[in-house]
């Protein structure tokens, strides 16, 4: 059985950074794609960002892209996401998500096999 924890979350000022980590284990699998998304206060739940095994292949929402980036550690089975000039609107639990793949990426919440149980970041104004 696949678990992600996801670690990193917090309190910030608007314009802060914060890093969030996603640590996998139990994986059979060799290649996977791995996500992540974030549920605000009242909100349905959002793709954030996205990377592929390899790691060459990135997607962002467009709320985060220029802000926000992906990237993986196969050495230490982690995908982080570095969260910069981070606003109020940013504010969410923020997951993680995998699944097999030999390749591409994968936007969308039902595209994913495993969560994490989610990270609480909040940005204060």
């Known amino acids: 059985q696949v678990q992600l924890v996801e670690s990193g979350g917090g309190l910030v000022q608007a314009g802060g950074s914060l890093r969030l980590s996603c640590a996998a284990s139990g994986r059979t699998f060799s290649r996977h794609a791995t996500g992540w998304f974030r549920r605000a206060p009242g909100k349905e739940r959002e793709f954030v960002a996205a990377?592929?095994?390899?790691?060459?292949?990135?997607d962002y929402a467009d709320s985060v892209k220029g802000r926000f980036t992906i990237a993986r550690d196969h050495a230490k089975n982690t995908v982080y996401l570095q969260m910069n000039s981070l606003k109020p609107e940013d504010t969410a639990v923020y997951y993680c998500?995998?699944?097999?793949?030999?390749?591409?990426?994968?936007?969308?919440?039902?595209?994913?096999?495993?969560w994490g149980q989610g990270t609480q970041v909040t940005v204060s104004s």
């Open positions: 998500a995998d699944r097999e793949s030999n390749g591409g990426i994968f936007t969308t919440e039902g595209s994913y096999d495993y």
């Open positions: 990377i592929s095994w390899s790691g060459a292949v990135t």
